[in-house]
């Protein structure tokens, strides 16, 4: 209770002094409004707990790509709501026959934050030029794989990608972070400092942030597209999530995202709430470190995934708030076997193979979460195990230091949520590819990795399609990863808000889709 009054403490000391920087009056009235500041402008202020380590696109680290970021820059293409490949930055595009160009005719009159000028073919073409330049360092190029193709203008307007060999996932890519539009005229005039003051052409332009505490940004009034109708939005950086709901109940905060089921059900019963859901592009579970030990051992794997009473978890732990997934992956990606994982609960089945694996004892173990709302879900994760005599210890901590450990194959089960874009390939290959840069599980399987790579590299749709669902049933049959539910988003916002703030392709919000009275 010391520490949460504390950073509740500062937390308010901070909300005060950029407030007050910005203009603001009240925050936080009785009438859940106190969202306008001294000049009349409409202010969101909300949380999230990672933090803002690069704004640069071409350097993004892999916790980056969310919703701050995606309301300032933008893309050549979108998906829309149905997942069909829609216009953005670009107003029309063509493909050749083969496969192999891309040309995108662009909008008219797009105009870069902070005076940087119009938009222009020579900036898409700096943007993916620059990736090449600074190579292995450029996390989007290796994304978008820039060494296959090259780009050329050729005109104001037009702009030409020649691929060298064909790429499914080329259109795909070009929509998310890695596709982000950058002012070559922005970066030469600020150097180094771009990567802490990015320009875009989104609805929101950056204003300020300052490293482990907020970030700042205000509606674009030149923006091409439909205005945004909220001026200010303002996120902190809140890693605790009592502090979270401590702020946002007192007023601080007038946007959150919930994941704690018992206070959801609470604000949905209060008229000064109101709550926004929608599915999001995220699976939460647990994966096994196969590296050593116990979990080398299938047939221990295979015991603690029969340990584990999903239907219990759902229903007591998050009240029906979630719901259990069938899914390896998150359910709305193409390509999702819906129907793949049926794991059944079966605690003596779950002994029988430990006692195979001469573990009829148990053993000791460690899970990893973040110090969030996971920290829950593990210990009841930890006290399933503890019915089949495996003692789990849990450890909690915030989201760089979990990182790391992680990486550092320094867990032996680690709970986390898990994103994709529109394919399943975030989630299968970077979580558990031999190479993948998330593969926490230390799994190394040649079968795994050729089935994948038929997957991601078909070019024949229906081949394509079976590819994806022979990878998922072989990565189910290996006992690695639980998938415990795909993640249901809940925001929780003061009645005077309303929207709907989702988008496959963003994490957390999309603020331009919010009203505010």
């Not at 950029?18 to 009349?40: I, Q």
């Amino acid at each position: 209770m010391k520490r949460t009054t504390a950073l509740l403490l500062t937390l308010g000391m901070l909300l005060s002094l950029v407030l007050t920087a910005c203009g603001s009056g009240n925050a936080g009235t009785e009438d859940g409004g106190g969202d306008t500041n001294a000049d009349g402008e409409k202010v969101i202020t909300t949380s999230i707990y990672w933090d803002y380590q690069d704004l640069d696109p071409a350097t993004f680290a892999h916790k980056q790509p969310n919703g701050i970021v995606s309301s300032i820059y933008e893309t050549l293409l979108t998906y829309d709501e149905n997942l069909q490949l829609v216009p953005l930055l670009a107003e029309d595009w063509s493909t050749s026959e083969d496969g192999l160009e891309y040309t995108f005719y662009l909008r008219k009159g797009v105009q870069f934050h902070r005076n940087y000028g119009e938009l222009k073919a020579s900036d898409v073409v700096f943007t993916f030029q620059r990736m090449k330049d600074i190579g292995e360092a450029s996390t989007a190029g290796t994304k978008m794989k820039v060494d296959n193709f090259d780009v050329t203008a050729e005109d104001d307007y037009t702009v030409k990608f020649t691929l060298k060999q064909p790429d499914p996932n080329f259109t795909m890519n070009l929509t998310l972070w890695c596709g982000f539009i950058v002012s070559e005229a922005a970066v030469k005039d600020l150097g180094e400092a771009f990567n802490r003051t990015p320009v875009g052409t989104g609805p929101y332009e950056f204003v300020d942030a300052k490293f482990q505490e907020f970030c700042e940004m205000q509606k674009f009034d030149d923006y091409w597209g439909t205005p945004a109708d909220v001026d200010r939005v303002i996120t902190y950086y809140i890693t605790d999530s009592n502090t979270m709901y401590a702020a946002f109940d007192s007023g601080e905060l007038n946007m959150i995202n919930s994941e704690d089921g018992v206070r959801t059900a609470a604000y949905k019963e209060n008229p000064d709430y109101s709550v926004i859901e929608g599915m999001s592009n995220q699976v939460v579970g647990f994966g096994l470190n196969v590296d050593s030990g116990p979990l080398a051992d299938i047939r221990v794997r295979e015991a603690i995934f029969y340990a584990i009473d999903i239907d219990d978890f759902i229903d007591n732990y998050y009240e029906g708030q979630q719901s259990k997934t069938h899914s390896m992956v998150p359910e709305s990606c193409v390509y999702a076997d819906l129907d793949c994982f049926q794991q059944e609960y079966n605690i003596e089945k779950a002994k029988q193979l430990l006692a195979e694996a001469d573990y009829p004892d148990g053993f000791e173990l460690t899970i990893g979460c973040y110090n969030d709302n996971r920290q829950g879900e593990a210990v009841v994760l930890q006290n399933y195990l503890a019915k089949i005599g495996i003692d789990a210890k849990v450890e909690a901590l915030e989201m760089a230091a979990w990182g790391d450990k992680a990486e550092a194959g320094g867990f032996d089960i680690w709970y986390v949520g898990f994103s994709c874009s529109v394919t399943p390939d975030d989630f299968l290959v970077r979580g558990f590819r031999s190479d993948g840069i998330f593969n926490y599980s230390r799994f190394k399987d040649a079968r795994y990795d050729e089935l994948l790579d038929a997957a991601t590299n078909a070019i024949d749709e229906s081949e394509r399609a079976a590819n994806y669902t022979a990878v998922q049933e072989y990565l189910r049959d290996q006992f690695v990863y639980y998938p415990m539910y795909t993640l249901k988003k809940t925001i929780v916002v003061t009645n005077n808000i309303s929207g709907d703030c989702f988008n496959v392709l963003r994490y957390p919000y999309a603020f331009e889709k919010l009203t505010m009275n």
